[in-house]
């Protein structure tokens, strides 16, 4: 069979900026495949940049190689789902394998705004106030919860408690749930 030629004229070259305010989840490690399907369902939705949390009532730990691995394979989860909802831009996905309450609590000190997705919290992520610009972190805990240290670190960083209603939502869906949330009253949808 012979080769042929394709002669394709390009009509318009366009480009999408990156999102501002940017939608960052600190995401407490799961276990099983429940974290691959926060960030698939995250990354459909929105997110821009994800953080594997190491939470101290994180069943699944990632050390060593397994880490780095795992965190790889979030990545993929994450570029695929992209592919899929033909987002412009990937989530980053984080650097290190996981993150540990102190660097999340600093990462919080940052932002323009952080919340932390808590069952006893008062304030409502629908009511609470957004940011014009900047990163919006978001952290939310694994199956057994954030403890009460972490929670005071993430207050001590700036973050806010909040909920969502009065259910209290799994890992994989909680970030999703506030994802949409944040990015109906940002105006990305």
């Known amino acids: 069979m012979g080769r042929g030629?394709?002669?394709?004229n390009v009509l318009s070259v366009g480009?999408?900026?990156?999102?501002?305010p940017r939608l960052v989840v600190v995401q407490g490690i799961a276990?099983?495949?429940r974290g691959e399907l926060a960030v698939q369902a995250m990354t459909e939705?929105?997110?821009d940049e994800i953080l594997p949390w190491a939470a101290s009532r994180s069943v699944t730990q990632w050390r060593g190689d397994r880490g780095f691995k795992a965190r790889d394979k979030w990545a993929a989860t994450a570029r695929e789902a992209a592919?899929?909802?033909?987002?412009?831009?990937?989530p980053v996905v984080g650097g290190e394998p996981d993150c540990s309450t102190k660097q999340v609590?600093?990462?919080?000190g940052t932002a323009a705004a952080g919340?932390?997705?808590h069952e006893e919290a008062t304030e409502r992520l629908t009511t609470a106030e957004l940011p014009e610009s900047g990163d919006v972190v978001l952290v939310v805990g694994p199956e057994g919860g954030i403890s009460d240290a972490e929670l005071d670190a993430f207050r001590e960083g700036?973050?806010?408690p909040v909920r969502l209603g009065h259910a209290v939502l799994r890992t994989s869906t909680a970030g999703v749930a506030a994802l949409s949330v944040l990015s109906a009253r940002l105006n990305r949808w």
């Open 45 to 47: 939705v929105g997110v």
């Open 31 to 33: 276990k099983g495949d």
């Open 83 to 90: 592919k899929q909802a033909r987002r412009p831009w990937l």
């Open 158 to 160: 700036g973050a806010v």
């Open 5 to 8: 030629s394709v002669d394709v």
């Open 105 to 108: 609590a600093a990462r919080l």
């Open 115 to 117: 919340f932390v997705l």
């Open 15 to 20: 480009e999408e900026p990156a999102a501002d």
